[in-house]
């Protein structure tokens, strides 16, 4: 478990760690990071994963004693699919995603497109959804920023009290290279996530220890301006590529 301070009110775990990688040969990895947070009396998901990561993120919300049906609300950094697929799952949690980020996703053109186009659809006439707008108090003591570029109405989470802070930066943010050198990779518009990582940045440097959850990588906690990785990395794959079932090759995807 990758231990994380309370902050605002709520208990934080990282259920799902993001894994700041890209796939060689078959299109989009999108291991994304999956938050909950429990306070206020509330539980929340911030971004919910794609389908494989579907009984992984049940499993782990049962391991804190959580059903699917207790979760009361969740908030959405933008629309792609590696980000809301499971959102259907949680029957009784309101549903929040910037109002203009919705409607920009349902006019994209199915091809080529990042969007979950079905699951965006269902959420545009479901009872669960709550559009939101940049700048208001989502929920007590966590306010939604917009951040362009990687979608044109990115939200981040910015979540504070008197003592911390913490920015759920989705994929404004994707990993720490992107923060330390404020360049956005796998974006719509590169000029444009410059600024907003570059914003970013700021609210993070502007008090020590702010921790930053980016969408793919681990934690990063603001120690004198560096970006120091919170928990251990925890990724790979097995593969059979003999005739022997039993015979598998692991893969671990680490720092080398």
Known sequence: MTEIPSVGGYSIDLLIQGFPGKSLENGGLGW???????GH????LIDTGSFSVRQVLLRR?????????????ILLTHSHYDHVM?????????????????????????????VAELHMRELAGSSQLRRIQPGEETLPNINSLEMPGHTPHHLIFLIEDSEARLIV??????????LMSSRGDLTMDAKVSGRSIAAVKTL?????????IAGHDLPMMNVEGSGKLIGTRRAG??????EAFDDETKFVLSES
């Open 61 to 73: 919300l049962r391991e804190r004693g959580i059903a699917r049906t207790d979760v009361t609300d």
């Open 204 to 212: 993070w440097e502007e008090r020590p220890g702010t921790i930053l």
């Open 169 to 178: 930066a989705g994929d404004a943010v994707k990993n720490r290279a992107e």
């Open 41 to 44: 009396g509330r539980i929340v």
């Open 237 to 242: 794959i097995t593969a059979r590529f003999s």
């Open 32 to 38: 994304s990071a999956i938050m909950l947070l429990r």
């Open 86 to 114: 499971n959102w259907n799952i949680f029957p009784n949690a309101r549903v929040a995603i910037s109002s203009d980020e919705l409607d920009w996703s349902l006019a994209q053109p199915i091809e080529g497109s990042l």
